[in-house]
């Protein structure tokens, strides 16, 4: 499987980075050998076999509805790169 | 001896016999990480000032008392820079988090803290966990304690090298593909990764959620024991623990080999292993066949995938989980850019460093429409079958003995250039994430002067019998008592 520039541009784009146009090349070479190592998964019939997406034998775990102290608002705020009174402050996306 | 040198249950002792104080044991490490830190490079944040005030208070509980609230009560210890300390910057070796002081601890530290541990820093690791030798570190690579020109294998090389140059008595790492045993087995010591579900993941910062497991660095069998007792049991914060009850791990350590039924994969010998590695291996095994275990050959054929399917499953889950870094809440923020989009974009291009971002691309695409199927759900599907050869071995054995990794330590900057390879050091350890099962690596012999591993896997929640099996081991050897020389 080798990738293209354009479906490496795609995907950066929908994993939201922003690539330089040498790291594009580096990875469209880099990723590509990796999927083609993957490829040997092929070999196996796996029609008949359930996905594992969890090996614990948990389902639906559930706490009560019960109100909880939260985290305190400043030691959570002063994370934030930037604030504005008590709230995250982001970049407009309306006009 | 120096202080420093001394095992956890040693050190332990002495502090109930008041022959040592906590702020003796504490002052010694720091010393040794002091005197060694330039070379080995093991820590991101030092936090002497905490340390000194934890011992300071573990003395005052330890005065007068027979018996200490926890053998880890005084005893210098070291944490991965992925596990949140309320207070102290976490950074997980990323730029993205720099910064990143966590309001809140995980709860591995609160029972840490509340066993009276002493914290003398954040170790060093693969930026985000995503590596094998420490070098995807964004500040620095760790230096391997036993050869100045060696990985200490990853992601956690940090805490192995601290524990393995004394600059700690035992360090908790975590473990998605190896990154506990691997560098337990290059810096000599031993490393376990719990069952997924044994040790909570709350306050864990999270790489791969379905495979992620908190996990434990330490001179000896008796050690881990006594550090996994701790942090062991269920968590109502973290909806993937299970509430099943954690037995005495230090009282099971006697009960021998003797009538244990062993499995040997040949599949684990793969193709490219060093000669010599495999040779250590042997005489290991032949050493557990003396001490009573009967050992015989298993076939288990669908580890030879497990490679293929852990690099798209975990690259796909660190895809989704790492999305959260957005320059909004916290972290690193791109402030030039010119709008949300472009800011999200850039924030995270610069914040990542190269494997981060390579595992992010990897996991993304193997999400997307059109190839969801052919890699994503294919990978999950044979995860099912890597999971019943592991059910099908532990009905005929009790445990399966392989090595932790086919070669020694390798040399730092070999693999940088090549991800493929990188990823192939995980190639004995990653199925254990992929089946959910505990796996203890323990040092087994040398070559060259560089520690060689062996790794035992064991059915969920077989803790205690993984670490009899390498508590017998050790008894009959002394590779465990080996130091490096710094």
């Known amino acids: 499987m080798k990738l293209t520039v354009d479906q490496v541009r795609h995907v950066a784009h929908l994993a939201r980075l922003a690539l330089e146009p040498e790291e594009l090349e580096r990875f469209r070479e880099q990723l590509s050998a990796i999927l083609e190592y993957a490829e040997v998964l092929q070999e196996l019939d796996t029609q008949a076999i359930p996905a594992t997406a969890m090996v614990v034998p948990l389902e639906n775990v559930m706490r009560p509805d019960q109100a909880g102290p939260s985290l305190p608002r400043e030691e959570v705020l002063a994370n934030a790169p930037q604030r504005e009174q008590d709230c995250f402050r982001v970049r407009a996306i309306l006009d | 001896m120096e202080l420093f040198e001394l095992t956890l249950h040693e050190a332990s002792d002495l502090l109930r016999q008041h022959l040592i104080s906590s702020t003796e044991l504490t002052k010694a490490v720091l010393g040794r990480i002091e005197a060694v830190e330039a070379k080995v490079k093991a820590f991101v944040t030092l936090t002497p000032e905490l340390a000194l005030e934890q011992a300071h208070q573990a003395d005052a509980l330890l005065a007068g008392r027979a018996e200490p609230p926890s053998p880890l009560t005084g005893i210098p210890m070291a944490l991965k820079d992925i596990i949140c300390t309320k207070g102290i910057r976490t950074t997980c070796a990323s730029r993205m988090l720099e910064n990143f002081i966590p309001p809140y601890d995980a709860i591995v530290v609160e029972r840490l803290r509340a066993a009276g541990a002493v914290f003398v820093g954040k170790t060093n690791m693969d930026e985000f966990a995503m590596g094998s030798s420490t070098e995807n570190s964004a500040f620095y690579p760790t230096v391997n304690p036993w050869a100045a020109d060696r990985v200490p294998g990853g992601s956690s090389g940090g805490s192995a090298a601290s524990v393995s140059s004394g600059g700690a008595f035992y360090a908790l790492g975590t473990d998605t593909g190896g990154s506990v045993r691997l560098p337990a087995s290059f810096c000599g010591l031993v490393g376990l990764k719990p069952t997924y579900g044994r040790v909570s993941r709350y306050g864990l910062v999270a790489f791969a959620s379905s495979l992620d497991q908190v996990g434990v660095l330490a001179k000896d069998v008796t050690d881990c024991a006594l550090a996994l007792q701790v942090i062991a049991g269920y968590d109502p914060n973290d909806s993937t623990s299970v509430d099943t009850p954690v037995p005495d791990y230090h009282r099971g350590l006697q009960g021998g080999l003797r009538g244990l039924r062993l499995g040997v994969p040949k ?220």
């Open chain 2, 267 to 486: 599949e684990y010998f793969v193709e490219g292993m060093q000669p010599e590695v495999a040779a250590v291996l042997r005489q290991a095994l032949d050493k557990l066949s003396e001490l009573g275990a009967e050992l015989r050959e298993v076939n288990m054929p669908h580890t030879g995938y497990s490679l293929p399917a852990y690099y798209l499953i975990a690259p796909a889950e660190a895809s989704a989980n790492l999305a959260r870094y957005d320059g909004v809440k916290y972290g690193y923020s791109d402030q030039k850019a010119e709008d949300l989009w472009d800011a999200y974009a850039r924030t995270r291009g610069h914040g990542f460093g190269p494997e981060v971002k390579r595992r992010i691309m990897l996991g993304t695409y193997a999400l997307s429409a059109g190839y969801y199927d052919a890699y994503y759900l294919k990978a999950q599907k044979v995860r099912t079958l890597i999971k019943q050869d592991f059910d099908q071995a532990f009905k005929d054995f009790q445990a399966l003995v392989v090595p932790t990794s086919p070669t020694v330590a390798f040399r730092l900057g070999d693999k940088t250039g090549d991800p493929l390879a990188m990823y192939l050091s995980d190639v004995c350890t990653l199925t254990a994430n992929l089946a959910g099962i505990p796996a203890i690596s323990i040092p087994c012999g040398f070559v060259d002067g560089l520690p060689v591993g062996l790794q035992i896997l064991g059915p969920p929640f077989a803790e205690d019998l993984l670490l009899r099996v390498a508590y017998a081991y050790e008894q009959a050897t002394t590779w465990h008592r080996q130091r490096p020389r710094i």
